[in-house]
């Protein structure tokens, strides 16, 4: 393959600081979305900064996961779909014709909102991606497996069954068996499609720690239906409503003081 | 220690006894279960009789001889006759089979379910084509292996390779095995898109967004999930095909051989064809008839150990993936 098409999103010389000040990482610009004739998402523009944890909230049918979507072009399995206006992530537009989808999937990863662990065993399911991508030594993947899965905070409870089947995790393993397959190729964006909405609350509290775990290494975009998770773990939010997004700012003002009606309607409680 | 009282909203307890028994005797509901059950003692019935005829019948005449000798010309002595040849025919041409009609068929079904547009004019053709094949009488798939393997391919071939002698256009076990390869393609393509179907859609989205490309998808994680389904549908492809003798009677099977077929160009003898000929083509019928039980007998244990064959290697698929995978 020549040049990868989206550039390395973190220039070598910069600090952490100056790229919070310099562009951001995921610049949505006036983005709509039709499923055949009807429009999913209206005019919407975002502009989301790295290393951020990022909530989309909204009632069901919002378009907040088709938007998450969008952004791993996962919509594109989908016929009928026609986007318009622009994604950038790293300043390229990931609708760009010659966008290769799969070095974006690299580096833009997704955990879904029902654990979908491979049929495999726990180390294939991380091994999967590796191998994907070239990895092939055994000492390095077993390397790798082993820190995906601490950071995964899974390694403890797995480390003695790494060849029997993911299928015999509880809920929450296997949701953070995924976490830990999507980190295993080091992408830079990870998108969370209610990844805790089918877990218990300790497991769901076990995947939100994770998560401001994860926030050093990784920026985090989370699609959440849980007021209080979104309030827990996220910088900024974003609340959708009927494919527009009404409101998008810091967390604590979205919650405590928001400008919109609608949004404080939804995050009191009074409809959604 | 203080009593508890039930507080005062609380509904009084009843006290009347309620009956949910029905008073009435139910005759629909009575007659209908009934019916049901004599419909299904109804079938097993008759598969119980046919099969316990042959088994009667037929155990008797069976030996290591029959088993394992290649008659003479003359196979309708019940001392000398054997069914091995007919025993070597049928298995091959089953085999040689399964071994074009599960890529063939498996391929097929990839496109109809991971790459075709579900709605689209193309993918409704195919899929009512399929349908329609599997309703073709099996005569007719005979007809079509005469007239396109044998009559056209065959002879295409022995004019390109062969100087117009005739090696591949005459009846011979590859064409045989093609054509029963078309006749059950449509079995295999429907358990292999059922299979495929089953699978999560998650897996795929999951193989998708770490950058695994479609054909990755479908190569590491959507077929080793679906190969019991496809082996389900060989099963059925094989039980269909062992005993069908119409589409072979144009196109391979032979009255008698001298010898075991050794190469897919030559003629062969065939299980389910030489029980048409030892019911029909016998001096004396009286004679013929515990080797004619033999035969059917044979014919139904050989498919049998097919299966058997088949759903053992399935089974041990299933409890791999289970485990591991």
Same mark, same amino acid.
């Given at each position: 393959m020549a040049e990868p098409l989206i550039p390395k999103l973190t220039t070598p010389a910069t600090s952490a600081a100056t790229a919070k000040a310099s562009a951001p990482l995921i610049e949505i610009n006036n983005l709509s979305l039709h499923y055949g004739a009807s429009k &999913?998402? /209206?005019d919407i523009s975002l502009k989301l900064e790295e290393k951020v944890v990022t909530a989309f909230i909204g $009632?069901?049918?919002?378009?907040k996961s088709t938007l998450l979507r969008c952004l791993n072009r996962m @919509?594109?399995?989908?016929? @009928?779909v026609r986007i318009e206006g622009t994604a950038k992530i790293g300043g390229h537009?990931?609708?760009?014709?010659?966008?290769d989808v799969i070095e974006l999937r690299k580096r833009v990863g997704m955990v879904f909102q029902k654990s979908n $662990?491979? $049929? /495999?065993s726990i180390y294939e399911n991380v091994a999967y991606g590796l191998r994907l991508h070239g990895m092939k030594a055994k000492s390095n993947l077993d390397a790798r497996i082993e820190e995906c899965l601490r950071a995964s905070a899974l390694w403890d409870e797995v480390k003695d069954r790494?060849?029997?089947? &993911?299928?015999?995790?509880s809920g929450g393993q296997q949701q953070r068996l995924c976490i830990a397959r999507a980190i295993a190729i080091k992408p830079e964006i990870i998108l969370m499609d209610?990844?805790?909405? &089918?877990?218990d609350p300790i497991a769901t509290s076990r995947v939100e720690d994770l998560i401001l775990d994860l926030k050093k290494d990784f920026t985090i975009v989370i699609v959440t239906h849980n007021m209080q998770q979104a309030a827990r773990i996220s910088d900024q939010t974003a609340f959708f409503y009927i494919g527009e997004l009404v409101e998008f700012g810091a967390t604590s003002k979205i919650f405590t @003081? $928001?400008?919109q009606k609608r949004t404080e309607d939804y995050v009191t409680g009074r409809f959604g | 220690m203080n009593t508890l009282t039930p507080p005062e909203y609380l509904p009084e307890p009843r006290t009347e006894t309620r009956h949910?028994? =029905?008073?009435? !005797? *139910?005759f629909w509901s009575f007659f209908f279960s009934g019916l049901t059950g004599l419909a299904t003692l109804f079938i097993l019935g008759i598969l119980a009789t046919i099969l316990l005829n042959i088994l009667v019948n037929g155990w008797s005449a069976i030996s290591w001889h029959f088993v394992s000798t290649i008659p003479k010309? *003359? !196979?309708?002595d019940a001392n000398t006759t054997g069914v091995l040849p007919m025993i070597v025919g049928t298995a091959f041409r089953v085999i040689v089979m399964t071994i074009f009609v599960i890529p063939v068929g498996v391929i097929t079904a990839i496109y109809l379910t991971?790459? =075709? =547009? %579900?709605?689209s004019l193309i993918t409704r053709i195919i899929r009512a084509a399929v349908n329609n094949l599997a309703g073709v009488p099996s005569i007719v798939f005979g007809l079509f292996g005469l007239g396109?393997?044998? %009559?056209?391919v065959g002879k295409n071939l022995d004019a390109l390779?062969? %100087?117009?002698?005739?090696v591949w256009g005459q009846p011979a076990l590859i064409w045989a095995s093609l054509t029963l390869a078309v006749m059950t393609l449509p079995v295999v393509i429907v358990a292999t898109e059922e299979s495929l179907k089953a699978i999560p859609p998650g897996l795929r989205e999951a193989s998708l967004a770490l950058g695994a490309t479609k054909l990755e998808t479908i190569l590491k994680i959507v077929l080793p999930q679906a190969l019991p389904g496809i082996m389900t549908g060989g099963i059925l492809a094989v039980s269909r095909a062992a005993g069908e003798v119409a589409p072979i009677l144009f196109t391979g099977v032979a009255y008698y051989m001298a010898s075991l077929p050794a190469h897919l160009s030559d003629q062969f003898m065939d299980l389910g064809y030489h029980i048409f000929v030892l019911s029909t083509q016998s001096p004396n019928i009286e004679q013929t008839r515990p080797i004619l039980y033999a035969t059917v007998l044979v014919l139904l244990m050989l498919t049998f150990a097919l299966n058997i064959v088949a759903i053992l290697i399935r089974a041990r698929v299933r409890k791999k993936l289970r485990a591991l995978g």
């Amino acid at each position: 393959m020549a040049e990868p098409l989206i550039p390395k999103l973190t220039t070598p010389a910069t600090s952490a600081a100056t790229a919070k000040a310099s562009a951001p990482l995921i610049e949505i610009n006036n983005l709509s979305l039709h499923y055949g004739a009807s429009k &999913a998402l /209206k005019d919407i523009s975002l502009k989301l900064e790295e290393k951020v944890v990022t909530a989309f909230i909204g $009632p069901s049918g919002c378009g907040k996961s088709t938007l998450l979507r969008c952004l791993n072009r996962m @919509n594109d399995l989908i016929d @009928n779909v026609r986007i318009e206006g622009t994604a950038k992530i790293g300043g390229h537009d990931i609708y760009d014709r010659d966008v290769d989808v799969i070095e974006l999937r690299k580096r833009v990863g997704m955990v879904f909102q029902k654990s979908n $662990p491979f $049929p /495999k065993s726990i180390y294939e399911n991380v091994a999967y991606g590796l191998r994907l991508h070239g990895m092939k030594a055994k000492s390095n993947l077993d390397a790798r497996i082993e820190e995906c899965l601490r950071a995964s905070a899974l390694w403890d409870e797995v480390k003695d069954r790494l060849h029997s089947s &993911a299928l015999g995790l509880s809920g929450g393993q296997q949701q953070r068996l995924c976490i830990a397959r999507a980190i295993a190729i080091k992408p830079e964006i990870i998108l969370m499609d209610e990844p805790a909405s &089918a877990l218990d609350p300790i497991a769901t509290s076990r995947v939100e720690d994770l998560i401001l775990d994860l926030k050093k290494d990784f920026t985090i975009v989370i699609v959440t239906h849980n007021m209080q998770q979104a309030a827990r773990i996220s910088d900024q939010t974003a609340f959708f409503y009927i494919g527009e997004l009404v409101e998008f700012g810091a967390t604590s003002k979205i919650f405590t @003081n $928001p400008t919109q009606k609608r949004t404080e309607d939804y995050v009191t409680g009074r409809f959604g | 220690m203080n009593t508890l009282t039930p507080p005062e909203y609380l509904p009084e307890p009843r006290t009347e006894t309620r009956h949910f028994r =029905a008073e009435k !005797f *139910d005759f629909w509901s009575f007659f209908f279960s009934g019916l049901t059950g004599l419909a299904t003692l109804f079938i097993l019935g008759i598969l119980a009789t046919i099969l316990l005829n042959i088994l009667v019948n037929g155990w008797s005449a069976i030996s290591w001889h029959f088993v394992s000798t290649i008659p003479k010309k *003359d !196979f309708f002595d019940a001392n000398t006759t054997g069914v091995l040849p007919m025993i070597v025919g049928t298995a091959f041409r089953v085999i040689v089979m399964t071994i074009f009609v599960i890529p063939v068929g498996v391929i097929t079904a990839i496109y109809l379910t991971e790459y =075709a =547009a %579900n709605t689209s004019l193309i993918t409704r053709i195919i899929r009512a084509a399929v349908n329609n094949l599997a309703g073709v009488p099996s005569i007719v798939f005979g007809l079509f292996g005469l007239g396109f393997f044998i %009559n056209f391919v065959g002879k295409n071939l022995d004019a390109l390779l062969h %100087n117009s002698s005739a090696v591949w256009g005459q009846p011979a076990l590859i064409w045989a095995s093609l054509t029963l390869a078309v006749m059950t393609l449509p079995v295999v393509i429907v358990a292999t898109e059922e299979s495929l179907k089953a699978i999560p859609p998650g897996l795929r989205e999951a193989s998708l967004a770490l950058g695994a490309t479609k054909l990755e998808t479908i190569l590491k994680i959507v077929l080793p999930q679906a190969l019991p389904g496809i082996m389900t549908g060989g099963i059925l492809a094989v039980s269909r095909a062992a005993g069908e003798v119409a589409p072979i009677l144009f196109t391979g099977v032979a009255y008698y051989m001298a010898s075991l077929p050794a190469h897919l160009s030559d003629q062969f003898m065939d299980l389910g064809y030489h029980i048409f000929v030892l019911s029909t083509q016998s001096p004396n019928i009286e004679q013929t008839r515990p080797i004619l039980y033999a035969t059917v007998l044979v014919l139904l244990m050989l498919t049998f150990a097919l299966n058997i064959v088949a759903i053992l290697i399935r089974a041990r698929v299933r409890k791999k993936l289970r485990a591991l995978g």
